[in-house]
C-alpha cells in the first residue's frame, strides 16, 4: 500500500516519565515499535495504559525523556505526523451531524478534497457495515455502532498506525465482535496496531505480542504466545491468573521502590 | 381597578382592529431590534469562541469584562453612543443621531457581549467534552471554532435569542439616542413609556401586550424548531 521507506516507524520511547503533581504516572518506559505487528497494553486500572497511548499518539508531553517516530517520513513534519497515525477512544466524541458527515469530517482536517472525500466515505460505510446508518444522528447510535464509526472515521484516513483505548469496553459479545472484524480489516490492510484492553481473551485473539503494565511501569514485553504460557513476571502471573493486583509490601519482582501504602485503591 | 380592567378592555380592542400608527411601531421595534440581533451575532459568535478556544494574555480578563457587560445599563450605552454621535463628536458627520440606525447601533452594543459571552460559555464546555477527539483528528483551535459553533448550536440559539429578549425590551437606549419621534423612531417600548406619562393606559397597554406576545411567539417557535432539529441531530 505505501511506498518502501515511507513510513513513520519505528517509534521509540526512551527513558519515558509522566508525573502529576510529583506523583509519577509513568516510569522509566522504553519500548520501541516497528511495523506489520499488533500489540495488546495489558493491566489493572491506573496501569498508565491509557496515559501511554495518549503520550505515543501525542497529545500529552512526557515530562521526561523522548517519544520519536524514526521513520523516513518522520523527519520534523508534524502535520504529516498527524495525519499519519491516529487514535480510537474509549469513549469517542461523536460530533453533532450525520454518521456519513463525521467520517467527511475527519477526513476534511487532512485535507482531502471533497470529491475524493465522498468517496472514500462510501466505501468506508460498506467496509464497516454502517451503510444504512449513513444519514442518521451519530449520537442517537447504540455502542457498538458508535465504537463502529469512530473506527470508521479513523480508517478512512488509512493511518500508518492506529492506537486503540480499550475498543470494545462495554461492548457485548456480538458488538465485540464485529469491531474485532473491523480492527482486524485495518491491520490486514498495513496498519500497525498498538491497542489497550482489559479482555485477556482479546489480547490473545488480536495482538502478536503483549506488553504488561502494573502502577506506571512496563514489567513485561514479549510475544502474546510466550507470554499467555507463562509470564516471567510475578504480578504479570496474577494478573493473567484472574487475582486482583494491587500493592503489597515486598511483592513483585526486584528492582523497585517499596510502595508507600498497601491500601487498595479502585 | 376600574381604570386597570377599563384600560385593559381598550388594549385588547386597540389590538384587535389594528391600526396603522400600531403597525409602524411594532415594524420600527421588529427592525431595530433583529438588525440589531443579527449584528450581534455576527460578532458575538466569533469573539465568544475565540476567548473559548486561544490562549492569548488578557484571556480570563476578557472573559470576565464579557460577563460583566452582560448588564450594561442601556441608558449608559444610550448615553455613550448620543455623545458619539451627536454634532461635535467623533461620528457627528455621518449626522446619525435620532435616526433607526443609531437605535439599532446602541442596542448591537448592549446585546453584543451578551451573546459573545453566553457563546463564550457554551462553546468552553463544548470543548471540554470535544478537545481531546479534535487535537486527535489533527484540528487545534483555528480548526475547531467552525466545529463548535456548529455542534453547539442548540446552545447558542439560547444566546441569540437572550440577547434579542434584551434588544426588544430595552427602553433607556432607544429613548437617549432615537428621541422616541413620531413616525421616525418611536417604537413599543419608547411610546409606551410616553404613553404612560400622558395617562393614555391603554395604548400603552396595548403595545404592551403586542410586545409580550411577539416575545412568547418567537421563543416558542424557535424552542419548537430546536426540538425538532434537535431530534434529528
Known amino acids: 500500500m505505501r511506498a518502501a521507506g515511507d513510513t513513520i516507524l519505528p517509534l521509540a520511547l526512551q527513558d519515558v516519565w509522566y508525573n502529576v503533581d510529583g506523583v509519577n504516572l509513568l516510569k522509566a518506559i522504553n519500548l520501541a515499535f516497528t511495523a506489520g505487528v499488533r500489540t495488546a497494553v495489558i493491566g489493572p486500572n491506573g496501569a498508565g495504559k491509557s496515559l501511554l497511548m495518549r503520550i505515543m499518539h501525542g497529545l500529552i508531553k512526557p515530562s521526561q525523556g523522548t517519544v520519536e517516530w524514526q521513520g523516513q517520513a ?3 513534519r508534524h502535520k504529516s505526523l498527524a495525519a499519519r497515525q491516529a487514535m480510537v477512544f474509549q469513549r469517542p466524541v461523536m460530533l453533532r451531524r450525520s454518521v456519513a458527515a463525521n467520517i467527511e469530517y475527519a477526513l476534511k482536517l487532512i485535507g482531502v478534497a471533497s470529491a475524493e472525500r465522498r468517496e472514500r466515505t462510501e466505501e468506508i460505510l460498506d467496509k464497516t457495515g454502517l451503510r444504512r446508518l449513513a444519514s442518521s444522528p451519530a449520537r442517537v447510535l447504540s455502542g457498538g455502532e458508535q465504537q463502529r464509526l469512530a473506527l470508521a472515521r479513523v480508517w478512512a484516513r488509512n493511518p500508518e498506525v492506529l492506537f486503540l483505548d480499550e475498543p470494545t469496553a462495554n461492548l457485548d459479545p456480538a458488538a465485540t465482535h464485529r469491531v474485532e472484524e473491523i480492527v482486524s480489516a485495518i491491520h490486514a490492510g498495513g496498519t500497525r496496531l498498538i491497542m489497550t484492553t482489559h479482555d485477556l481473551g482479546q489480547a490473545r485473539r488480536m495482538a502478536d505480542d503483549v506488553i504488561f503494565m502494573h502502577r506506571g511501569r512496563v514489567f513485561e514485553h514479549r510475544d502474546t504466545e510466550a507470554f499467555f504460557a507463562g509470564p516471567e513476571n510475578d504480578l504479570a502471573q496474577a494478573f493473567v491468573r484472574g487475582e486482583l493486583l494491587w500493592w503489597r509490601k515486598g511483592e513483585g519482582t526486584g ?9 487498595y485503591r479502585s | 381597578m ?3 380592567s377599563d384600560a385593559f378592555a381598550a388594549a385588547i380592542d386597540l389590538v384587535a382592529t389594528w391600526d396603522d400608527d400600531l403597525a409602524e411601531i411594532i415594524g420600527l421595534s ?25 490562549r492569548f494574555p488578557g484571556r480570563s480578563v476578557l472573559a470576565v469584562l464579557l460577563n460583566a457587560m452582560m448588564g450594561l445599563p442601556p441608558v449608559v450605552v444610550g448615553l455613550i453612543v448620543y455623545l458619539l454621535l451627536s454634532r461635535a463628536g467623533p461620528f457627528g458627520v455621518f449626522g446619525l443621531l435620532f435616526t433607526p440606525t443609531a437605535m439599532i447601533i446602541a442596542q448591537t452594543l448592549l446585546i453584543t457581549p451578551i451573546v459573545a459571552a453566553l457563546t463564550r460559555q457554551a462553546v468552553s464546555d463544548l470543548w471540554a467534552e470535544y478537545e481531546e477527539q479534535l487535537r486527535s483528528f489533527g484540528a487545534g483551535p483555528a480548526a475547531a471554532l467552525p466545529t463548535l459553533l456548529w455542534d453547539g448550536r442548540f446552545n447558542l440559539i439560547t444566546a441569540i435569542l437572550a440577547g434579542f429578549g434584551r434588544a426588544s425590551a430595552e427602553v433607556g437606549a432607544v429613548m437617549i439616542v432615537g428621541g422616541n419621534i413620531d413616525h421616525v423612531t418611536r417604537v413599543m417600548t419608547t411610546s409606551i413609556a410616553l404613553e404612560v406619562s400622558k395617562g393614555d393606559l391603554a395604548l400603552a397597554l396595548g403595545l404592551g401586550i403586542v410586545l409580550i406576545t411577539i416575545a412568547l411567539v418567537i421563543n416558542a417557535g424557535v424552542f419548537w424548531i430546536g426540538r425538532v432539529a434537535e431530534e434529528s441531530a
Request: charged content about 20%; overall charge positive; cysteine-free.
Open chain 1, 255 to 263: 528492582g523497585r521502590r517499596q510502595p508507600r501504602h498497601e491500601k
Open chain 2, 30 to 54: 421588529l427592525r431595530v431590534s433583529l438588525t440589531a440581533v443579527f449584528a450581534a451575532t455576527l460578532i458575538g459568535l466569533p469573539v465568544g469562541a475565540a476567548v473559548a478556544l486561544f
Open chain 2, 2 to 4: 376600574t381604570d386597570f
Open chain 1, 74 to 76: 518522520a523527519d520534523g
